[in-house]
T-cell receptor
Framework: NAGVTQTPKFRVLKTGQSMTLLCAQD?????MYWYRQDPGMGLRLIHY???????AKGEVPDGYNVSRLKKQNFLLGLESAAPSQTSVYFC???????????????FGEGSRLTVL | AQSVTQLDSQVPVFEEAPVELRCNYS??????LFWYVQYPNQGLQLLLK??????LVKGINGFEAEFNKSQTSFHLRKPSVHISDTAEYFC??????????????FGGGTRVLVKP
């Protein structure tokens, strides 16, 4: 019972480098999300997807791109990393309730990114 | 847009004592409400949720929460805590309107430290 799997779990980058975080879910969920967690700020939504081939911006999308080419995968990319992107990143997936609203989110264990 | 406020950033409590974590939200439309728990170095897990029906919601590990629409609150309680309840707790809100998409907004978190 894998649930939501994130790779890598840890990464150190230099300013300006690029990288991709991969999220995979095996629950056939329609919705997938990328959040970042910073001390005292809770979780802030970066981008999300309501289905294969669709993505949308959350509240803090700048500096990130995403793709959802397959239903089970959601990729988060940093094209040119900055120290302000040092954070813990969480992927989540969810099913839909009646009317298209989200049910509860199922989270991965997080990816800790440090940008020097 | 909705917002979620967790009034206490840290709550120290002695083992076997009761605990209450406060959550208030602001929204002009009806909402779904959730409480999540995050143990150290892990992702978030759902404790309980309010979608409709009884305003008193029971969750896992002996936690419960009460939805108060007039006060726009969803406070979390446990009558007797254990050392293993040491964790960070997040309140989250989802709007019950289609235009809002399928997103959760999280509060800033409350760190609970249970002392022996």
């Amino acid at each position: 019972n894998a649930g939501v799997t994130q790779t890598p779990k840890f990464r150190v980058l230099k300013t300006g480098q690029s990288m991709t975080l991969l999220c995979a879910q095996d629950m056939n969920h329609e919705y997938m999300y990328w959040y970042r967690q910073d001390p005292g700020m809770g979780l802030r939504l970066i981008h999300y997807s309501v289905g294969e081939g669709t993505t949308a911006k959350g509240e803090v999308p700048d500096g990130y791109n995403v793709s959802r080419l397959k239903k089970q995968n959601f990729l988060l990319g940093l094209e040119s990393a900055a120290p302000s992107q040092t954070s813990v990143y969480f992927c989540a997936s969810s099913y839909s309730l009646a009317g298209g609203h989200t049910g509860e989110l199922f989270f991965g264990e997080g990816s800790r990114l440090t940008v020097l | 847009a909705q917002s979620v406020t967790q009034l206490d950033s840290q709550v120290p409590v002695f083992e076997e004592a009761p605990v209450e974590l406060r959550c208030n939200y602001s929204s002009s439309v009806s909402v779904y409400l959730f409480w999540y728990v995050q143990y150290p170095n892990q992702g978030l897990q759902l404790l309980l949720k309010y979608l409709s029906g009884s305003t008193l919601v029971k969750g896992i590990n002996g936690f419960e929460a009460e939805f108060n629409k007039s006060q726009t609150s969803f406070h979390l309680r446990k009558p007797s805590v254990h050392i293993s309840d040491t964790a960070e707790y997040f309140c989250a809100v989802s709007l019950m309107i289609k235009a809002a998409g399928n997103k959760l907004t999280f509060g800033g978190g409350t760190r609970v430290l249970v002392k022996p």
